[in-house]
């Protein structure tokens, strides 16, 4: 039986065309990107035009480009490296409370360490009160870091709007954004969304783990968190990951690619027969996160009396992969904090099933998964005791 994959939130496959770019640099080009030898400058070469290439795909400069060991990484620089460099006493900084951990924890960080931290609600679809920002925005508002689209539940926020609303508050106040799961999907040009800061992951967008992206507009004030030789303009010293690096801007290319834009049409019409189907067959569900806000690849679906836990063991054992909710929280027995923010039960917000699809899955993955959910959660239901 051929498995399916539909944990595409979680991490991508490498795209043939990556790993293709990736082996010259791992065996033939391994230099030292520093070394002055033709070793080294065919490596430093391949390292500037993958930023070229990504800053392209921003829509900035090439020196606004700071590539990083991970999204995890990038986002840290961007809320400790700004806050560092603010050099003031007194300070706020805004989040919402349906961030990835990379930003949450940061921020949770920064409150244990004094400063004021405010973690905007959402809706009940996830997407953040743009008056709650507006009633949270001070002068002394330092940063905001408000994520593009949520990896649980695909809730889009309006970026461009928060944006305007914090420049209108205050020029002076940095915007953050985590494009990490938008970034197959929305356009991430920087200058129309109104960002100081953005961060990616190579390894969501069919590139290799280990590497990710900050985008740091030319100006903004930003201490490294990482020192040694001076790499990355100072903000990212240790001697960069060629071929990840190569890998990822192949993965930013690929994404452009018009044959990526059909793709992304597949994926919305699998997602919405998922949806649509699920919904309609199995009593007692219910969507998470917005339906038109909305990646064209996250399904997040309730069940009443099945265990989120037990749903994924049971798809694994047919060979379908899911997930309950970010694979970061996974092994945690606290119930996700984006259901919870959206008003839903601990009950409710156990019982979830993330479902994210990507560019390999097939109609036949989607028939298939319509099949055998069915069943399962009958089954689940039966021994919760759940009365339907
Ligand atoms: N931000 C979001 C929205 C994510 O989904 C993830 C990964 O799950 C990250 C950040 C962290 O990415 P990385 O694995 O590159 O650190």
Do not use: W
Request: aromatic share 6%.
């Amino acid at each position: 039986m051929p498995k399916i994959y539909l944990d595409y939130a979680a991490s991508t496959p490498c795209d043939p065309k990556v790993v293709r770019a990736m082996s010259g640099f791992l065996k033939k080009d391994f230099g030292n990107p520093s070394s002055i030898h033709s070793f080294g400058q065919r490596a430093s070469m391949a390292v500037g035009n993958a930023r070229q290439l990504v800053a392209e795909f921003l829509g900035c400069e090439s020196e606004e480009i700071v590539f990083t060991g991970s999204a995890t990484e990038a986002s840290n620089l961007a809320i400790f490296g700004t806050v560092k460099a603010a050099k003031v006493q007194k300070f706020q900084i805004i989040t919402s409370q349906i961030e990835h951990p990379s930003v949450l924890e940061s921020c949770r960080a920064l409150a244990k360490q004094g400063a004021e931290v405010t973690f905007l609600p959402v809706d009940k679809d996830g997407i953040v009160k743009i008056s709650e920002l507006e009633k949270a925005l001070k002068s002394n508002t330092v940063l905001v870091s408000i994520m593009y689209a949520n990896n649980e539940i695909g809730a889009i926020q309006p970026i461009e709007e928060i944006g305007a609303l914090i420049k209108k508050n205050n020029p002076k106040t940095l915007f953050h954004v985590d494009a990490v799961q938008a970034a197959n999907f929305l356009d991430c040009n920087v200058k129309k969304l109104g960002v100081d800061l953005l961060t990616l992951s190579s390894h969501k967008i069919y590139g290799p783990k280990g590497v990710g992206v900050l985008y740091v507009k030319r100006g903004t004030p930003i201490t490294p968190l990482i020192y040694g030789g001076g790499h990355e303009r100072g903000l990212r010293s240790g001697t960069e990951n060629v071929a990840g690096i190569v890998g990822f801007s192949q993965a930013i290319k690929e994404i452009q690619n018009p044959k990526s834009k059909i793709q992304n049409i597949r994926i919305r019409q699998f997602k919405d027969k998922l949806i649509k189907t699920i919904l309609k067959i199995i009593p007692a569900s219910r969507l998470n996160g917005s339906l038109t806000q909305r990646l064209p690849n996250n399904v997040n679906i309730s069940f009443e009396g099945a265990e989120g836990e037990a749903m994924v063991i049971a798809l694994d054992q047919k060979g379908i992969a899911a997930s309950t909710g970010s694979a970061c929280s996974s092994g945690s027995l606290e119930p996700s904090h984006v259901l919870l923010a959206l008003g839903l039960s601990d009950e409710v917000a156990h019982g979830s099933l993330r479902l994210t699809l990507g560019k390999y899955n097939t109609a036949k993955d989607v028939e298939r998964v319509l099949k055998v959910l069915p069943v399962i959660i009958q089954k689940l239901r039966k021994i919760s005791g759940y009365n339907q």
